[in-house]
């Protein structure tokens, strides 16, 4: 389901197939291909999720018979459904068939588009994410600086996708050890979050309690004391103390 869990639009699968082959069309010309629920715009999960990945599957394999020589803007609609299904793999935890699918969709759109197009940033970023829950830590920090530098190129160093890559790249430092590298990375996005998105913003919280948790490591218990307690007033003004980064804060 969603956040309104279906119960003011669908009330059985095939309801909700025949509604998203309406749109899905529509979708895909436009090049949006989304797993979003119409009525609450948040995105399908569970196995709402899973039928629609399987029917956006079978509607770019239909396009694809019946348009064996697309032009770039069918090609380039195609791959964004490709991203789609494998965001959508991902967050059911199918890591393996979703690193798949972003390398092939990857290697696609280079040829099509060149490698500083955003779509190619994009899958590159995701892709590092999931290399980094598989433990491929070298791959993981290629993929996330090169998506860092094409943003930052793209859209210049205080757009949030640029911001996001940072942080991930930090946190990727974190993970493989390398805490001096993540403790620099995590405080640059967190003065630049704190200027462009507020102190109390959930994606400037977020790297304030990953800083926290660096410094924690190293053995700066004062200063990671400080952030943590700042962060948890923060989470208790947004989401409540019982959010997940509250918990790390307690």
């Given at each position: 389901?969603?956040?309104?869990?279906?119960t003011?639009?669908?009330?059985?699968?095939?309801?909700?197939?025949?509604?998203?082959a309406?749109?899905c069309?529509?979708?895909l010309?436009?090049?949006?291909?989304?797993l979003?629920c119409d009525?609450?715009?948040?995105r399908?999960?569970?196995?709402?999720?899973?039928i629609?990945?399987?029917?956006?599957?079978?509607?770019?394999?239909?396009?694809?018979?019946?348009v064996?020589?697309?032009?770039?803007?069918e090609q380039?609609?195609?791959?964004?459904?490709?991203?789609?299904?494998?965001?959508?793999?991902?967050?059911?935890?199918?890591?393996s068939?979703?690193?798949?699918?972003?390398?092939?969709t990857?290697?696609?759109?280079?040829?099509?588009?060149?490698?500083?197009?955003?779509?190619?940033?994009?899958?590159?970023?995701?892709?590092?994410?999931?290399?980094?829950?598989?433990?491929?830590?070298?791959?993981?920090?290629?993929?996330?600086?090169?998506?860092?530098?094409?943003?930052s190129?793209?859209?210049?160093?205080?757009?949030?996708?640029?911001?996001?890559?940072c942080h991930?790249?930090a946190?990727?430092?974190?993970?493989?050890?390398?805490l001096?590298?993540?403790?620099?990375?995590?405080?640059f996005?967190?003065?630049?979050r704190?200027?462009?998105?507020g102190?109390?913003?959930?994606?400037?919280?977020?790297?304030a309690?990953?800083?926290?948790?660096v410094?924690?490591?190293?053995g700066?218990t004062?200063?990671?004391?400080?952030?943590?307690?700042?962060?948890?007033?923060?989470?208790?003004?947004v989401?409540?103390?019982?959010?997940?980064?509250a918990?790390v804060?307690?």
């Open positions: 389901g969603c956040s309104c869990r279906g003011m639009r669908f009330i059985c699968k095939d309801c909700l197939t025949a509604q998203w309406m749109r069309k529509d979708d010309d436009n090049g949006n291909a989304a979003i009525l609450c715009h948040q399908f999960t569970g196995k709402a999720a899973e629609l990945v399987g029917n956006l599957q079978s509607t770019v394999q239909t396009r694809t018979e019946a064996p020589q697309p032009d770039i803007e380039t609609a195609r791959y964004k459904a490709q991203m789609t299904r494998a965001t959508e793999m991902w967050r059911q935890g199918k890591t068939e979703a690193s798949a699918l972003f390398r092939s990857i290697s696609g759109l280079k040829s099509l588009k060149g490698p500083m197009d955003p779509l190619v940033l994009s899958c590159q970023h995701n892709l590092s994410l999931i290399l980094l829950g598989q433990g491929s830590l070298k791959e993981a920090e290629a993929l996330v600086k090169t998506a860092r530098l094409g943003f190129e793209l859209y210049g160093p205080e757009h949030p996708l640029t911001l996001k890559a991930n790249e946190m990727i430092a974190q993970t493989a050890g390398a001096d590298k993540a403790r620099d990375g995590y405080q996005v967190l003065e630049l704190k200027k462009i998105l102190p109390e913003h959930l994606d400037t919280l977020k790297t309690s990953n800083l926290g948790l410094l924690h490591t190293k700066q004062a200063e990671a004391e400080q952030i943590f307690r700042m962060t948890l007033q923060g989470l208790e003004h989401v409540g103390r019982r959010h997940q980064l918990v804060g307690l």
